[in-house]
């Protein structure tokens, strides 16, 4: 999701108190941003925030970082925040190829990924954001026992997302092909917003939830 450049909304993004900057230096020091030590739950290419904001409101007991590459959606996201202020949720501007460098090993109880960008080409495998490359740097910031959750609508993404799995090292607690008929695993299912979209087209939403065995 790129939207056309929205004029101004770097400067929006570098006064915004929703967002966190000198995330590098951010690393062991989430206790005090949030001024609290809730666990902390993040999504990875956030897009316009919905998904991470209802979240952030249905669970004040989780403190939720959205991570999205660019300014122009990432406005988007400041924009609810300031329509409904949450102070158990944050964001950051940044590409997640450096998400190591912004929580420190095992800081991270769990990660949605959602609706992520296919890069369908096959010398750009190492960009999809399920790939063993990205499910490296996720096995450093995620504790013991912590779970990353996928959803999309595309299932070329999804196979090659679940054939990524066994190399990288991490194990399927649960696998679907058709989230929105799967009654359990629709519990507590929050939309996002590709989600709405592909969904009300009839596309079947697949998701699976990992964890590695420590
Ligand atoms: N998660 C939202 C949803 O389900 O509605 C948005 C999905 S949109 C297809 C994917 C988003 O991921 C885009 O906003 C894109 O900018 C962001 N993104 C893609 N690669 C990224 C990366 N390496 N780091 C951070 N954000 C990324």
């Not at 316009?48 to 007991?61: D, N, S, V």
Request: hydrophobic share 35%; glycine share 8%; net charge neutral.
């Amino acid at each position: 999701m790129r939207l056309r450049n929205i004029t101004g909304s770097r400067e929006v993004i570098a006064a915004s108190a929703y967002v966190v900057h000198g995330e590098k230096e951010c690393r062991r020091r989430w206790k005090e941003i949030f001024g609290n030590d809730s666990p902390i739950h993040i999504e990875i290419g956030m897009g316009k925030g919905k998904f991470l904001h209802t979240m952030a409101r249905l669970h004040p007991e989780v403190n939720y970082v959205g991570i999205e590459k660019y300014s122009s959606v990432l406005l988007r996201a400041i924009q609810k925040m300031e329509e409904e202020e949450l102070p158990n949720l944050k964001f950051i501007r940044m590409d997640a190829e450096e998400i190591t460098e912004v929580f420190a090993p095992g800081e991270v109880e769990r990660i949605y990924l959602n609706f992520s960008d296919p890069w369908p080409k096959d010398r750009h495998a190492r960009r999809r954001l399920p790939s063993r490359q990205f499910l490296a740097r996720y096995d450093v910031i995620l504790k013991d026992g912590g779970e990353l959750e996928f959803k999309t609508d595309n299932r070329q993404l999804f196979d090659f997302a679940v054939g990524e799995l066994a190399p990288a090292g991490w194990k399927a607690r649960a696998v679907t092909y058709d989230l929105h008929g799967d009654r359990a695993l629709m519990e507590g299912n929050v939309m996002t917003e590709y989600e709405e979209k592909f969904s009300a087209q009839g596309n079947p939403i697949n998701k699976y939830i990992i964890y590695r065995e420590k």
